[in-house]
């Protein structure tokens, strides 16, 4: 038994050692070998997982949807990256924008690659003229052996940095930009599949990213616009209320200049009434003369203030109206009947002209005191700028609901051109000046506000100087 347990022990030990040796064996060769098995295993399963293989077409089509969309630079950017990052796999990807100001690359998006905070990068001109600007891909791989000097040392540095191909973004044979991709996380070449993909995606976003480029610029430039209006209006609404306080001082001065002037001018008035009435005693022809002058000076004064006042309370919104129903046929004959003193004393003649004769009232609703004003103030007009012939007032029917009062003259016309500068406050006609100084220019601009103010309109019709002038005013019949 001992013998056989010593060969038992024997044969276990000699198969124990022969065993371990084995097992020596294999791990050393184990070890040996694990680290290329591993990389190949890890190669092979990056293959597998990241594989090149990609349909060219889908690719092409799917990204120049998405670069056409992009208008906004971060999100074309973000798409370019997104694109090219499915189908290559790259471990770093990025795109370079040349600033034109700063003659240099600035990163405008960089996913992967170890650049730190770095954002520009000097470009080479070499570079630029040999290969990017046609259009050509830079292989890095294949340029470091090729360049020399200035370029070299970027090829060095974009190498040191991971970047193994680098597409160029060109507008009319311009580079404008750079997209840099990384190695491929399978480990392969590019090939020339990626190549082409490349290309053509290259020059698509070459496209969208200019466009966006104008796109930001629009955008700046609105900006700046819209700063501009905000400021021009602000400058206007302060200079706005400016004028509107001036405007309220001086309708203020107006009115109380005009209050104040109104009592000294209606003793003048009263005084120089009573001299040429003999109140002080006969006077002789000097002293009515120049006594009438004052009288006559003392009524257009007061005639001014009456008008600023007016003006005044039309534009505090102070005027009050009276409308009553008024025979506007009695009214014409009234007035034309008061002025012919006036037209006679000039030699003129002034005739009412009734055109709506089958009709013994004509009703209209006014404030009688301010239509009167008005059709005084067309007459007194006619009177004042005519030297030879008359005047003639006639009314006639519109239309079955307004009226027509027109004041026909034969005086001095009216340029075609100052038809509506004569409506405006202080306008006067261009020679008028020089002919007839006792004038303000405010008639015809309380004429019109107290026309518009009945519901009507006021016009005028001249053909030219010399040849008369017709002021028309168009009014509402009164309804019954
Ligand atoms: P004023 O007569 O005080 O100048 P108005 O406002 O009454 O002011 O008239 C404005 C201007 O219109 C006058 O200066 C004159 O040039 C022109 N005008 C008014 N009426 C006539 C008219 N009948 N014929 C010619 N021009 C006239």
């Known amino acids: 038994t001992v013998v056989w347990l010593g060969v038992g022990l024997e044969m276990v030990l000699e198969l124990f050692f022969s065993g371990f040796t084995t097992g020596i064996l294999v791990l050393i060769i184990g070890v040996s070998v694990f680290t290329k098995v591993r990389d190949f295993f890890y190669h092979k399963a990056n293959q597998y997982f990241f594989s090149s293989l990609y349909d060219v077409r889908e690719v092409i089509e799917e990204a120049s949807e998405k670069l056409a969309l992009a208008l906004e630079p971060e999100k074309l950017y973000n798409s370019i990256c997104d694109v090219l990052q499915k189908p290559f796999q790259v471990s770093a990807i990025g795109v370079l924008i040349f600033d034109e100001k700063k003659k240099k690359y600035e990163v405008k998006i960089n996913r992967g690659f170890n650049i730190g ?15 990017t600007s046609k259009g050509e891909l830079l292989i890095i791989e294949e340029l470091i052996d090729k360049t020399r000097g200035e370029s070299k040392k970027l090829i060095q540095m974009l190498d040191e940095l991971g970047v193994k191909v680098v597409a160029p973004l060109n507008v ?11 190695k491929k996380e399978s480990g392969d070449n590019f090939n020339t599949d990626d190549f082409t993909v490349l290309n053509v995606i290259g020059q698509q976003a070459a496209i969208s990213v200019k466009n966006s480029m ?3 610029e629009t955008l700046e430039f609105n900006k700046k616009l819209q700063e501009g209006i905000k400021q021009a209006t602000k400058k206007l609404q302060k200079a706005n209320i400016k004028l509107k306080k001036l405007d309220a001082t001086k309708t203020e001065f107006l009115s109380i200049a005009s209050h104040q002037l109104r009592t000294p001018l209606t003793s003048i008035k009263g005084f120089s009434s009573l001299l040429l009435n003999n109140g002080y005693g006969k006077l002789n022809d000097k002293q009515r003369k120049t006594i009438e002058k004052i009288f006559i000076s003392n009524e257009r004064l007061i005639t001014l203030v009456e008008d600023l006042l007016n ?3 039309m534009e505090q919104g102070r005027l009050e109206y009276e409308f009553e129903k008024l025979n506007i046929k009695e009214l014409l004959k009234e007035i034309v009947g008061v002025l012919s003193i006036q037209a006679s004393h000039k030699d003129l003649y002034l005739k009412f002209k009734d055109e709506i004769k089958e009709q013994k009232e004509v009703l209209i609703k006014a404030d009688k005191k301010k239509l009167t004003e008005v059709i005084s103030n067309l007459i007194d007009n006619a009177v004042k700028y005519t030297q030879q012939g008359g005047i003639i007032v006639k009314l006639s029917r519109k239309n079955k609901n307004t009226i027509l009062i027109e004041v026909i003259d034969t005086g001095i016309g009216i340029d075609p051109k100052e038809k509506d500068k004569i409506f405006e406050k202080f306008g006067r006609g261009d020679d008028i000046e ?7 220019g405010l008639g015809l601009f309380i004429v019109k506000k107290l026309t518009e103010a009945h519901g009507g309109k006021v016009f005028v019709e001249s053909e030219g ?3 008369g002038t017709t002021f028309g005013l168009e009014l509402p019949v009164a309804s019954s």
Do not use: C, P, Q
Not at 172 to 182: A, F
């Open 465 to 467: 100087k010399g040849k």
């Open 172 to 182: 009319e044979g311009d580079t404008i930009g750079l997209i840099v991709l990384g």
């Open 311 to 313: 003006i005044s309370r």
């Open 214 to 216: 104008l796109y930001e």
């Open 434 to 440: 020089a002919m007839h100084s006792g004038g303000a």
């Open 117 to 131: 905070n770095k954002k520009y990068f000097k470009g080479s001109l070499n570079l630029k003229k040999k290969y």
